[in-house]
């Protein structure tokens, strides 16, 4: 079922994703991993542009393909939050900063956010 999602508010202190509905009540909270001190996630407002079930990104020195439930929050598409499999599949927890700039989750958690969040929803990065 879609929830109605008004606002996801990344949080590069605590390293969690918090989704908040149209009333401002918290309807999940999602462990995540932002970017490393060498490649930060940036800070500020923005909005869901694009949306792909699997995409292949590229960045200075990696192509990563098939990346599930990715969702684009620059026009660019270098600042995305989607599911990070090898990640998982490394062991590697979520809640410390590993990515190039994107917000990395669970990829069952980013199937559910993909699944909920329509494009143009508002995104805020805060430390």
């Not at 606002?7 to 918290?26: A, F, G, K, P, R």
Request: aromatic content about 6%; some cysteine; glycine content about 8%.
């Amino acid at each position: 079922m879609l929830e109605l999602i008004a606002t996801l508010v990344v949080d590069l202190s605590d390293q969690q994703l918090t989704v908040y509905d149209n009333n401002h009540e918290i309807v999940r909270v999602i462990p995540v991993s932002t970017g490393k001190a060498a490649t930060p996630t940036p800070t500020g407002e923005a909005k869901v542009v694009t949306k792909y079930s699997s995409v292949t990104m590229h960045g200075r020195g990696y192509v990563a393909p098939g990346v599930p439930y990715a969702m684009c929050i620059t026009a660019n598409e270098m600042i995305c939050m989607h599911g990070a499999p090898w990640q998982e599949d490394a062991g590697q927890a979520f809640g410390v900063p590993r990515s190039h700039g994107c917000i990395r989750m669970p990829t069952q958690q980013a199937r559910w956010l993909f699944e909920n969040t329509l494009k143009g929803t508002k995104v805020v990065i805060q430390v």
